[in-house]
């Protein structure tokens, strides 16, 4: 009977970040995978990133995960979103070569010291049921395997079933088995378990689209755009790119799908479970948003060696011959061939209320659950996830205490406090929106924020630490240089750009004044500076001089949402013990009582923030962790 620290299992985004994280760690790991071919997936859209998701990706890379790196390697485009929005939803989205993705991470597994890479089906968890606490997984060829600590990311592959119109199909993705017997683990330990639904959409062979009558997205070549501060911006500059294309549906496509909408599983009866609000189907958008006579859908090239193109927006259940007229009522598709047919899932998760902060299950201790088996729904939102049960997993191992973000420095944070805390209804995905600190979380700083975490648990190493705090160093000590630099009528340089402008100044000004103003950029103060002949360094790394930039104009902004920060700092500080008995607690409303007993919030912040626990409640429960009453 083999013995491992830690099993992961499932190698999807949640597995593979937390395998890597808890083998460099130097614990002894089994990563367990249905089909090794499969391992690192893009099961849905070949893509990473958009507005939130590629700030998870970026804080992923802070701690030292392996996602952003990969993107680098793997992106057939690149590009940024929002640039004409403020830096708080400005974000770097990818499109990957799926098949390239998937091969780098399973090379990257195979390479890792420490890991053991195991194609079987775990069908039970086992645990010891007097002490609560998790000792090994049995799988499907009749083996057994003991851990001190099993991590679960089964993605979308628990009791999952397929739906093509009125085609089942059990399996977890199409052409691979569903994991049936596990959940029965899951209800034996006394977890609470529901269904979920999510979907994906046609391919299309490329040599039958008419990409004339299409609009073309190509990516960013200009500038290195990448996710990792570990990869080069040599590397991710000589990357050739492949564009996207931008069509629309139109009110033939509405029409054949409201008048086929009995074929639809999701309208029909077949599927009861809920699927993802903000990712809905193509039926679902069309029911709900009778009013559009239309709806974006983006052409994804699947990578460099493929005809595949995947459909972004048209995620769809209906039969396949439905399929196939759907996709021709459509402006540059009209002869088009569909290579894979969309589908519906259907899949088990376990309410995240029965999770720590760390991602443990409160009633069995060393047993971590990650990804969308918590309720969540896309590959960052996954591995995020993935990332922090690894490390908490590792620690624990270590005797140390357990690494808590908090949601004031990351969306991480934001993300694991909202599914432990609210009533998850629907598949979850972050959005900026879910932040109220979200102009302190930018994309540009999520080295700053998270890089001393990964540095203090070992997975990233001085020589990358260090070079955060340069960059650091070179933000603060710029800004402090032009802060003290002033400028009048005689710089010609700024003469020049006032009149281009059309903007005065009565008197001298500070180039970081100047910076302030809506109308001037860095490299215009760059250039003001060098006519002043300065003598501090003023030329840096494109994402330094972005960094010095966002700072300056959007000051007053931060500093505002630092002191708020700061006002609510004192609510997550203080901790409530796990031990804490709330059932002798008087004067708080039963609903209360039994919210905080079944969700046992780590701290008070977190305990705020519970449906049916008011602030009067909270001021109670304040008093009694401080003596006041008893």
Not at 47 to 52: D, L, R
Not at 97 to 110: C, F, H, I, P, Q
Not at 309 to 320: C, E, M, N, Q
Not at 418 to 429: A, G, H, L, N
């Given at each position: 009977?083999?013995?491992?620290?830690?099993?992961?299992?499932?190698?999807?985004?949640?597995?593979?970040?937390?395998?890597?994280?808890?083998?460099?760690?130097?614990?002894?790991?089994?990563?367990?995978?249905?089909?090794?071919?499969?391992?690192?997936?893009?099961?849905?859209?070949?893509?990473?990133?958009?507005?939130?998701?590629?700030?998870?990706?970026?804080?992923?890379?802070?701690?030292?995960?392996?996602?952003?790196?990969?993107?680098?390697?793997?992106?057939?485009?690149?590009?940024?979103?929002?640039?004409?929005?403020?830096?708080?939803?400005?974000?770097?989205?990818?499109?990957?070569?799926?098949?390239?993705?998937?091969?780098?991470?399973?090379?990257?597994?195979?390479?890792?010291?420490?890991?053991?890479?195991?194609?079987?089906?775990?069908?039970?968890?086992?645990?010891?049921?007097?002490?609560?606490?998790?000792?090994?997984?049995?799988?499907?060829?009749?083996?057994?395997?003991?851990?001190?600590?099993?991590?679960?990311?089964?993605?979308?592959?628990?009791?999952?079933?397929?739906?093509?119109?009125?085609?089942?199909?059990?399996?977890?993705?199409?052409?691979?088995?569903?994991?049936?017997?596990?959940?029965?683990?899951?209800?034996?330990?006394?977890?609470?378990?529901?269904?979920?639904?999510?979907?994906?959409?046609?391919?299309?062979?490329?040599?039958?689209?008419?990409?004339?009558?299409?609009?073309?997205?190509?990516?960013?070549?200009?500038?290195?755009?990448?996710?990792?501060?570990?990869?080069?911006?040599?590397?991710?500059?000589?990357?050739?790119?492949?564009?996207?294309?931008?069509?629309?549906?139109?009110?033939?496509?509405?029409?054949?799908?409201?008048?086929?909408?009995?074929?639809?599983?999701?309208?029909?009866?077949?599927?009861?479970?809920?699927?993802?609000?903000?990712?809905?189907?193509?039926?679902?958008?069309?029911?709900?948003?009778?009013?559009?006579?239309?709806?974006?859908?983006?052409?994804?090239?699947?990578?460099?060696?493929?005809?595949?193109?995947?459909?972004?927006?048209?995620?769809?259940?209906?039969?396949?011959?439905?399929?196939?007229?759907?996709?021709?009522?459509?402006?540059?598709?009209?002869?088009?061939?569909?290579?894979?047919?969309?589908?519906?899932?259907?899949?088990?998760?376990?309410?995240?209320?029965?999770?720590?902060?760390?991602?443990?299950?409160?009633?069995?201790?060393?047993?971590?659950?990650?990804?969308?088996?918590?309720?969540?729904?896309?590959?960052?939102?996954?591995?995020?996830?993935?990332?922090?049960?690894?490390?908490?997993?590792?620690?624990?191992?270590?005797?140390?205490?357990?690494?808590?973000?908090?949601?004031?420095?990351?969306?991480?944070?934001?993300?694991?406090?909202?599914?432990?805390?609210?009533?998850?209804?629907?598949?979850y995905r972050m959005f900026t929106a879910r932040s109220e600190y979200r102009l302190l979380l930018r994309e540009d700083n999520a080295d700053l924020r998270l890089s001393k975490y990964g540095y203090?648990?070992?997975?990233?190493?001085?020589?990358?630490?260090?070079?955060?705090?340069?960059?650091?160093?070179?933000?603060?000590?710029?800004?402090?240089?032009?802060?003290?630099?002033?400028?009048?009528?005689?710089?010609?340089?700024?003469?020049?750009?006032?009149?281009?402008?059309?903007?005065?100044?009565?008197?001298?000004?500070?180039?970081?004044?100047?910076?302030?103003?809506?109308?001037?950029?860095?490299?215009?103060?760059?250039?003001?500076?060098?006519?002043?002949?300065?003598?501090?360094?003023?030329?840096?790394?494109?994402?330094?001089?972005?960094?010095?930039?966002?700072?300056?104009?959007?000051?007053?902004?931060?500093?505002?949402?630092?002191?708020?920060?700061?006002?609510?700092?004192?609510?997550?500080?203080?901790?409530?013990?796990?031990?804490?008995?709330?059932?002798?607690?008087?004067?708080?409303?039963?609903?209360?009582?039994?919210?905080?007993?079944?969700?046992?919030?780590?701290?008070?912040?977190?305990?705020?923030?519970?449906?049916?626990?008011?602030?009067?409640?909270?001021?109670?429960?304040?008093?009694?962790?401080?003596?006041?009453?008893?």
């Amino acid at each position: 009977m083999s013995s491992y620290d830690v099993i992961v299992v499932g190698a999807g985004h949640a597995g593979i970040e937390a395998a890597l994280a808890t083998s460099r760690k130097g614990h002894k790991t089994a990563i367990f995978t249905i089909v090794l071919e499969n391992i690192g997936q893009m099961s849905c859209n070949p893509s990473i990133g958009g507005p939130a998701k590629s700030h998870l990706v970026k804080e992923i890379d802070a701690l030292g995960g392996e996602m952003g790196r990969n993107m680098d390697k793997s992106f057939v485009q690149m590009r940024i979103l929002n640039t004409k929005k403020g830096p708080a939803v400005r974000s770097l989205r990818a499109q990957a070569d799926r098949k390239v993705y998937a091969r780098n991470m399973k090379k990257t597994l195979e390479a890792q010291e420490n890991l053991d890479i195991i194609q079987d089906m775990v069908v039970s968890i086992t645990f010891d049921k007097d002490k609560k606490v998790v000792t090994g997984v049995k799988t499907k060829n009749g083996l057994e395997f003991l851990a001190k600590k099993v991590i679960i990311a089964t993605g979308t592959f628990l009791n999952g079933l397929l739906y093509v119109g009125d085609k089942l199909v059990e399996g977890g993705r199409m052409g691979e088995l569903s994991s049936k017997e596990l959940t029965n683990s899951f209800i034996e330990m006394g977890l609470e378990i529901k269904r979920f639904k999510t979907g994906t959409s046609p391919r299309i062979d490329k040599r039958t689209i008419d990409f004339n009558e299409l609009e073309e997205q190509p990516g960013e070549t200009k500038i290195a755009l990448k996710y990792s501060s570990r990869s080069s911006d040599e590397e991710v500059l000589a990357k050739p790119q492949l564009s996207c294309y931008l069509t629309r549906t139109n009110v033939n496509t509405h029409n054949l799908i409201l008048d086929h909408i009995d074929k639809s599983p999701l309208y029909n009866g077949t599927i009861s479970s809920i699927g993802p609000r903000y990712c809905p189907s193509i039926e679902d958008k069309i029911v709900k948003f009778r009013d559009k006579d239309s709806h974006h859908l983006f052409l994804e090239p699947e990578g460099f060696d493929t005809n595949e193109v995947y459909i972004s927006g048209l995620s769809t259940s209906y039969p396949a011959y439905l399929q196939e007229q759907m996709v021709r009522s459509i402006k540059g598709m009209e002869n088009a061939r569909i290579m894979r047919y969309g589908y519906a899932v259907e899949y088990d998760i376990v309410n995240a209320k029965e999770l720590d902060y760390t991602l443990e299950v409160k009633k069995i201790k060393g047993l971590y659950l990650a990804g969308q088996i918590n309720g969540t729904s896309g590959y960052e939102e996954a591995a995020a996830q993935g990332l922090m049960a690894g490390i908490n997993a590792s620690l624990a191992l270590e005797n140390r205490e357990p690494l808590i973000l908090y949601k004031d420095n990351s969306y991480i944070a934001t993300m694991i406090d909202d599914i432990i805390t609210k009533e998850i209804q629907e598949p979850y995905r972050m959005f900026t929106a879910r932040s109220e600190y979200r102009l302190l979380l930018r994309e540009d700083n999520a080295d700053l924020r998270l890089s001393k975490y990964g540095y203090e648990i070992g997975l990233l190493s001085k020589e990358e630490y260090d070079k955060v705090l340069e960059k650091e160093k070179a933000v603060y000590e710029t800004i402090d240089n032009l802060s003290n630099t002033n400028v009048g009528t005689s710089n010609k340089v700024l003469v020049e750009l006032l009149e281009k402008y059309n903007e005065t100044i009565k008197s001298g000004i500070s180039l970081k004044e100047l910076l302030r103003r809506p109308s001037f950029t860095y490299q215009d103060v760059k250039e003001i500076a060098r006519y002043a002949n300065v003598s501090y360094q003023i030329d840096f790394r494109d994402d330094i001089e972005y960094q010095i930039e966002v700072f300056i104009k959007y000051e007053g902004y931060i500093d505002r949402a630092m002191k708020m920060m700061e006002k609510n700092k004192k609510l997550e500080e203080k901790k409530i013990p796990k031990d804490f008995n709330y059932d002798i607690m008087t004067g708080i409303g039963r609903e209360a009582k039994q919210r905080l007993n079944e969700i046992r919030p780590y701290n008070i912040g977190q305990a705020s923030r519970i449906m049916g626990v008011t602030p009067a409640d909270i001021s109670v429960l304040i008093m009694y962790l401080d003596g006041r009453l008893s």
